[in-house]
């Protein structure tokens, strides 16, 4: 049979083929996503997991009439594959190629431009509720996955859909089994009642006459309707959703496409809220990424060093095989250690010292290091889930209760705990420490993922230390710095690996104080985090065209080390800010803030132009490998060193020597 993906026209066409075709176009699906995620990294198992999904909610819906919502958006690639998105899947996650998440700009059936898990349900709801109120009768269906589920936000839309009733569709994806076990044949027996126009006209009709017998129909009505309730839950899991006023049915075998196509035409008939409860495997038909469901969730670049050099591929019956070159495994095996491993290590031999430090994490061990310290200390070690606000706030009240907690977030999901920070951990100023994992550019999952916006906004909390290295073992140092005070301290670093650099001893870093690299005379670069390293690579080409620059580390964007800068900064003939943060209240604004004050008493100052150099405010960044994205947004080494020239240029400055850096 010649191939069916290549050739398919938009998800209408899907109602064209047969069972046999339906099988083969998701197994070309399956090896589209394995070949693509082999080159380009990606969200592999979630998607595998749900291709029979998306081809049975395309194949029973009308879209984009229809509205398809995808809750994050991780397991959304059949769903791309399926809307004219095949040509250019390949490109998956590249600079100016397929978004890794549903993306508006790309296609009129992407509904929402997701990333965050729990979502999708509010989303529904709204799309549900303009609908009526505009008198409109198409269907809506969201996808929400079991982990993305527990989720704050998503839970609350839960309880409000209960309450407010609109007609959608909820998918529940379960690829984990974390609801319930229960798949027995009554259970299937009862959600097959429950969606039979008999048992619903009936059940309607019965209620009416029950109502209606003189003087006792009402308490005979809710005595019915208790036991009707009781015989259906004692064999049916879903008793939550049921109570919060939502129809459950499942739970369906998220591979067996007639059930599904069956299961989702009734349920879209009913005119309340129903959730299918749908059991996927997660990485289904590439035999690594079912026995390893933790990496190959999201697979880096490239995705095969995470198995064997030679590993089953599709269905697991060698039908595929992915191979290491030499020249692949020598890299995977060279590559430094990345912060968030070097964070983790010394996190746990500091917990060997303390006993009162606890790791939390928001379902994230193994993205941020933490699956050491659970290694190590599993009494101590809390995996809260996609809870990020409630991590936050349960680790102040560790904090205030004695412990010394340590909680890893990646610098997307922390957006979601700003109250949590500004209200409990501040307020009370604990010695919550935040690890702020994936701070900067993250690359290829795009604009909800970059970690651009957390500086500017904790640099407004009160009690809030806010710091970040410039090579991995300095964040040693600042962890051991952050745990020897007693206020709240939230330390950035980035996805990157390391600089390589041998052990030391880690020196606690004095809290407030940065260090000058090199000294300088023309101008000064002031940088936070790891940018710092490419600002003396830079100060070095600088050096060549005949520009002196002192190089400054600043170590901490809140307590700035205001003398040191202005110190520093005095004489100059430009002063320049780096930083991997969107530029608008970040570090670069704090040097800003530090210079007009010190204006006050030295007015030279005022006269010294300044360039803040980071991410320009008011835009999203795009998918693309970091490397690329620097390049871009000229935060490269050669970025730089171009920006800076062209300031010195405008200044009308001109290079009186060429003199090499020398050191402080």
Known sequence: MPALLPGL???????????????????????????????????????LGAVELAVALHRILDSPRDRIVWDTGHQAYAHKLL????????????LGGVGGFPRRSESVHDVFDGGHAGTGLSIAQGLATARDLRGEDHRIAVVVGDAALISGVALEALNDIGHRKPRILIVLNDNEMSISRTVGALSGYLSRIKLSRTWNVTKLAYDDLVRRVPFVGRTLL??????????????????????????????INGHDLRALQR???????????????????????????????????GAALPPMTLVAARAPGLNGEGEGEARLSDAQAAAARKKPPSYSAV?????????????????????????????????AYPERFIDVGICEPHAVTMATGLAIGGMRPFVAIYSTFLQRTLDAQIHDVAQNDQPVVIGV??????????????????????????????????????????????????????LHYPRDSGFDLPPIEPIPVPIGRGELLQQGEDVLIAGFGPIVIRGVQAAAKLAEIGWSSAVLNARFAAPLDRDLIVRAAAGKRLIVTLEESVTAGGFGSAVLE????????????????????????????????????????RLDVEGIVAQISEALERTGAVPLRVAPARSA
């Open 9 to 47: 026209s938009g998800p209408a066409a899907l109602r064209d083929l047969d069972d046999a075709e339906l099988r083969q176009l998701c197994r070309e699906i399956r090896t589209t996503i394995i070949e693509t995620v082999a080159t380009t990294g990606g969200h592999l198992g979630s998607s």
């Open 83 to 94: 809307t004219g998105r095949f040509e250019r899947f390949g490109t998956l996650r590249q």
């Open 222 to 251: 809710e005595l019915s309707r208790r036991l009707r309730k009781s015989v259906v839950n004692f064999a049916q899991p879903g008793q939550l959703f049921e109570d919060l006023g939502v129809t459950y049915i499942g739970p």
């Open 263 to 297: 299961t989702f035409e009734r349920a879209l008939q009913l005119p309340d809220p129903v959730l299918v409860h749908v059991r996927t495997q997660k990485g289904r038909g590439y035999a690594p990424a079912v026995a390893d469901q933790v990496n190959f969730h």
């Open 343 to 375: 964070m983790a290590d010394e996190l746990v031999a500091i917990a060997a010292e303390d006993p009162r430090v606890v790791a939390i994490t928001a379902a994230m061990p193994t993205g941020t290091g933490l699956h050491r310290f659970q290694a």
């Open 437 to 490: 994992d994936r701070a900067g550019l993250v690359g290829e999952d795009g604009t909800s993922h970059q970690g651009i916006f957390s500086i500017p906004a904790q640099r407004q909390i009160p009690h809030m230390i806010v710091a970040s290295p410039k090579d991995e073992q300095e964040l040693r140092g600042l962890l051991r710095a952050a745990f020897a005070q007693d206020h709240p301290f939230a």
């Open 594 to 633: 530090a210079l007009s004050a010190a204006g006050l008493e030295a007015p030279e100052l005022r006269a010294i132009p300044t360039l803040v150099i980071g991410v320009p405010a008011g835009r999203f960044v795009d998918h693309g490998s970091v490397g690329d994205l620097r390049r871009t947004l």
